[in-house]
């Protein structure tokens, strides 16, 4: 099973906007752009918010995310789907 470890990673959103997170071991959690609600994504494969295909829901708003690791610039991309 593939992991990504984003422990003190930079997040950002897909625009480059700085995204307040905690990313440790191989999860993130986030508020929603949509509604400030709290987001958990799992960046471990098949997991919620790893894939376009598997995104990682918000309970509030039910807006989907899913993370982008770049393992050379230690950032995390947080994409917003709907």
Same mark, same amino acid.
Not at 5 to 21: A, K, P, S
Not at 33 to 49: F, H, I, K
């Given at each position: ?8 990673? +930079?997040?950002? @959103?897909? @625009? ?5 997170? @905690?990313?440790?071991?191989? *999860? ?17 494969? *098949?997991? +919620? !918010?790893?894939?376009? @295909? ?12 899913? !993370?982008?690791?770049?393992?050379? *610039? *230690? ?6 789907? +709907?």
């Amino acid at each position: 099973m593939m992991m990504a470890t984003v422990t003190n990673f +930079r997040c950002i @959103d897909e @625009d480059g906007f700085m995204v307040l997170c @905690d990313a440790h071991g191989n *999860n993130v959690a986030f508020r929603c752009q949509g509604c400030g609600g709290p987001v958990l994504a799992v960046m471990r494969e *098949n997991q +919620r !918010g790893s894939y376009p @295909d598997n995104p990682a829901e918000c309970p509030a708003c039910h807006s989907l995310y899913w !993370g982008e690791v770049d393992g050379t *610039n *230690n950032r995390l991309v947080l994409h917003r789907t +709907r």
